[in-house]
C-alpha cells in the first residue's frame, strides 16, 4: 500500500474517531477539544487533496478563532451536564433514524455518477494558484455573502459576550490612588492599656 494511502486511512480514521468522540463525551471541554482534533483531521484531507488554501484556513480560522470561541462560551457559562442529560435516552431512536437517513444520503450522494464535473483545465498546471481562483471568485461573484457571514461573526461574538457578562460584582479591593495616599497614622491605631493582674 503506497504511503499516500496510508497518510489518508489514519486522517480518515482520525477523524472519524475525534467526530464520535465529540458526540459521546460527557465533558462539553472535552466535546470541544475533539472537534479541535477533528478539524485538524479534515484539514490533512483537504491538504491531500491539493486544496492547500481550505486546510490552512480550517486550521487558522475554526481551530483559531471559532473553537476558542467554543471553550469561552463553555466555560463561561459553567453548563450543568447532568441536567441537560436528562431524557436522553427516550430521545434516542429519532436520534438514531436521523443519523440512518444522513448516511443513507451520503453514501447515495457519493455515488461517482453524480460527479459528472470535467476537471479544471488549469488544476496541474506550475502557475495554478488555488488561493488566487478562490479569492478571485469569493471577492467578485460572493462578495456579499462573504460580508453577511462577517457580520454574522460579529453578531455571534457580541452574543457570546452578552451571554458570559454577569454584571458588577462586589469586591474588596482598594482604589491604587487611596493605597499610596494612606498615612501611617491610617493604617496602626496604638492602644495603651495598664497592665493587670489576675
Do not use: C
Request: glycine share 4%; net charge positive; proline share 5%.
Amino acid at each position: 500500500m503506497p504511503i499516500q494511502e496510508l497518510i489518508f486511512f489514519a486522517f480518515a480514521a482520525a477523524l472519524v474517531t475525534s467526530a464520535l468522540m465529540t458526540v459521546f463525551a460527557r465533558n462539553p471541554v472535552y466535546s470541544a477539544l475533539f472537534l479541535v482534533m477533528a478539524f485538524f483531521a479534515s484539514a490533512g484531507l483537504w491538504i491531500m487533496l491539493e486544496a492547500e488554501f481550505l486546510g490552512l484556513v480550517l486550521i487558522l480560522v475554526y481551530v483559531g478563532a471559532v473553537m476558542t470561541l467554543f471553550l469561552f462560551v463553555v466555560m463561561t457559562l459553567n453548563i450543568d451536564v447532568e441536567v441537560k442529560r436528562v431524557g436522553l435516552m427516550r430521545h434516542l431512536p429519532l436520534g438514531l433514524a436521523i443519523i440512518a437517513i444522513l448516511v443513507g444520503l451520503m453514501v447515495y450522494i457519493s455515488n461517482p455518477q453524480h460527479f459528472n464535473i470535467p476537471p479544471l483545465a488549469n488544476a496541474t498546471a506550475a502557475d495554478y494558484s488555488n488561493t488566487k481562483a478562490l479569492g478571485m471568485v469569493l471577492y467578485t461573484d460572493y462578495i456579499y455573502p462573504f460580508e453577511l457571514a462577517g457580520v454574522l461573526l460579529l453578531v455571534a461574538i457580541i452574543a457570546a459576550i452578552a451571554l458570559s457578562f454577569r454584571g458588577q460584582q462586589k469586591r474588596k479591593n482598594i482604589a491604587p490612588e487611596t493605597q499610596i495616599t494612606i498615612q501611617r497614622k491610617d493604617r496602626i491605631r496604638i492602644v495603651k492599656m495598664k497592665p493587670s493582674k489576675k
